[in-house]
């Protein structure tokens, strides 16, 4: 089956979706973009993730030159036209073409891009096993240097530590912020669960997480104590369970970091009861995609 993708009002087949390459998201990873999911004919947390990329927008003064309403339906067209039910969807809205220098004021018109494909479990048999996490040297954007809840298309910060957890055969980084705390993965939240209650790092030195957010929102129905806080390598040391969250990876356990098991080393009770509500959640909620 052929695969479209959206861009600036079009559809067009995978091999035929270009854009310019004076496009300033390419020359200066200048844009913000989203990744979504979509279970069972219903794309979860769809306004969020909207509100999310729309207020990165605001803060890199882009203006989108769609709705929010459109774009939300750019998204759901996008899901009918490549018949999907279940899928990763990933909306971009560039600063447009420009000139070769920096300047925004020069790209008159932001471009707006949509993919959707099918993507199953991104950790594959991990979600059984956990990860093998590894803590890097490189610390995350400052927010005072780059808001870490801006989505942007500059992802060289994270994607530095992915390659120093590729080179040390960790499955995912463990990132601390520049004071020492820490801060999140490569793509995803990170949680510390002792003595049954569950700990994560104040969401200003991380993504605003939307899986995040509904794990708040589950530890509430479940009554598990949960709040932000500020931690370091002991706290994941002498940790009981660690998971961490995120639209791709899910709910997804950390059974070792940096070689040491975590509790016992294998996927605990908190984070296999969260992960089983996440499923029914995101099984169960969502915006349709088709009228059935
Ligand atoms: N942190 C970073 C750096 C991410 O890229 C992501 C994935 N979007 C997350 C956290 C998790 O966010 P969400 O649950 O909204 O996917």
Same mark, same amino acid.
């Given at each position: 089956?052929?695969?479209?993708?959206? !861009?600036?009002?079009?559809?067009?087949?995978?091999?035929?979706?270009?854009?310019?390459?004076?496009?300033?998201?390419?020359?200066?990873?200048?844009?913000?973009?989203?990744? !979504?999911?979509?279970?069972?004919?219903?794309?979860?947390?769809?306004?969020?993730?909207?509100?999310?990329?729309?207020?990165?927008?605001?803060?890199?003064?882009?203006?989108?030159?769609?709705?929010?309403?459109?774009?939300?339906?750019?998204?759901?067209?996008?899901?009918?036209?490549?018949?999907?039910?279940?899928?990763?969807?990933?909306?971009?809205?560039?600063?447009?073409?420009?000139?070769?220098?920096?300047?925004?004021?020069?790209?008159?018109?932001?471009?707006? !891009?949509?993919?959707?494909?099918?993507?199953?479990?991104?950790?594959?048999?991990?979600?059984?096993? #956990?990860?093998?996490?590894?803590?890097?040297?490189?610390?995350?954007?400052?927010?005072?240097?780059?808001?870490?809840?801006?989505?942007?298309?500059?992802?060289?910060?994270?994607?530095?530590?992915?390659?120093?957890?590729?080179?040390? +055969?960790?499955?995912?980084?463990?990132?601390?912020?520049?004071?020492?705390?820490?801060?999140?993965?490569? +793509?995803?939240?990170?949680?510390?669960?002792?003595?049954?209650?569950?700990?994560?790092?104040?969401?200003?030195?991380?993504?605003? #997480?939307?899986?995040?957010?509904?794990?708040?929102?589950?530890? #509430?129905?479940?009554?598990?104590?949960?709040?932000?806080?500020?931690?370091?390598?002991?706290?994941?040391?002498?940790?009981?369970?660690?998971?961490?969250?995120?639209?791709?990876?899910?709910?997804?356990?950390?059974?070792?970091?940096? +070689?040491?098991?975590?509790?016992?080393?294998?996927?605990?009770?908190?984070?296999?009861?969260?992960?089983?509500?996440?499923?029914?959640?995101?099984?169960?909620?969502?915006?349709?995609?088709?009228?059935?």
């Amino acid at each position: 089956m052929a695969e479209y993708v959206y !861009i600036d009002g079009k559809f067009y087949t995978k091999d035929d979706a270009k854009i310019s390459v004076y496009d300033h998201g390419l020359l200066y990873g200048d844009g913000v973009f989203e990744g !979504i999911r979509a279970y069972n004919g219903k794309v979860f947390r769809l306004d969020e993730h909207i509100d999310r990329m729309y207020d990165g927008a605001k803060a890199i003064m882009l203006t989108p030159p769609v709705t929010k309403e459109e774009m939300k339906e750019i998204i759901l067209e996008t899901l009918r036209k490549n018949n999907l039910r279940d899928a990763y969807i990933r909306p971009i809205i560039t600063r447009g073409k420009g000139d070769l220098g920096l300047d925004p004021n020069k790209c008159p018109k932001p471009t707006v !891009i949509c993919i959707a494909e099918t993507w199953g479990a991104m950790y594959g048999d991990l979600y059984e096993k #956990g990860l093998s996490a590894v803590t890097v040297s490189v610390r995350r954007n400052a927010p005072e240097a780059l808001p870490t809840n801006i989505k942007s298309l500059n992802y060289l910060n994270n994607i530095l530590a992915k390659l120093e957890a590729n080179v040390k +055969g960790g499955n995912e980084a463990i990132i601390f912020d520049v004071r020492g705390n820490l801060a999140e993965g490569s +793509g995803d939240n990170i949680f510390v669960v002792k003595g049954g209650a569950i700990r994560t790092p104040f969401v200003q030195i991380n993504l605003n #997480g939307v899986t995040r957010g509904a794990v708040f929102e589950l530890c #509430g129905k479940l009554g598990i104590p949960i709040s932000e806080a500020n931690m370091g390598y002991f706290d994941m040391y002498t940790a009981d369970e660690m998971f961490v969250t995120g639209t791709a990876a899910e709910i997804c356990p950390v059974t070792k970091v940096d +070689g040491r098991p975590i509790g016992t080393g294998k996927p605990g009770p908190i984070t296999k009861k969260l992960m089983a509500a996440y499923r029914e959640l995101t099984m169960t909620t969502g915006t349709p995609i088709y009228d059935d």
